[in-house]
């Protein structure tokens, strides 16, 4: 894949792999309500079908992750050069507020962070 457009489509066509995926659902719903298939057969297309759309999503999101990675890199490369260009000219350099990244839900904390935030709890 190269581009910005590239990877529109990639996630354009995910999203429409996961509507797919979501009409199979309602389907079922509607086959339920209309009594022609049995419980267990139901049940049966709805685990096969949410396991069809994760294995689908985990492997286009691993592909991305690597993709998305790469282009991080590159486009942080090229600030960087920039901004040394702009130095050297003396001009400006735009300082844009940047949001502070949000630790991931997983991410260890810190022992002082954990103390402080139970010495809060007791407050």
């Known amino acids: 894949m190269n581009g910005t457009s590239d990877k529109f489509t990639v996630y354009r066509t995910l999203y429409t792999l996961n509507q797919g ?7 079922c719903n ?33 592909a991305l992750t690597g993709l998305e990675e790469r ?31 949000t630790p991931h839900p997983k991410a260890k904390t810190s022992k002082r962070r954990r103390k402080s935030a139970s010495k809060k709890a007791r407050v």
């Open 21 to 27: 995926f979501e009409i199979v659902l309602l389907a």
């Open 30 to 62: 509607r086959l339920e309500t209309l009594g022609l298939l049995g419980d267990d057969q139901l049940r049966s297309c709805r685990i096969m079908t949410e396991e069809l759309r994760a294995l689908a999503n985990y492997e286009v999101a691993e």
């Open 71 to 101: 282009d991080c890199v590159r486009l942080q490369n090229f600030r960087a050069e920039w901004e040394t260009r702009l130095r050297v000219q003396g001009e400006h350099i735009p300082n844009p507020i940047r949001p502070r990244p």
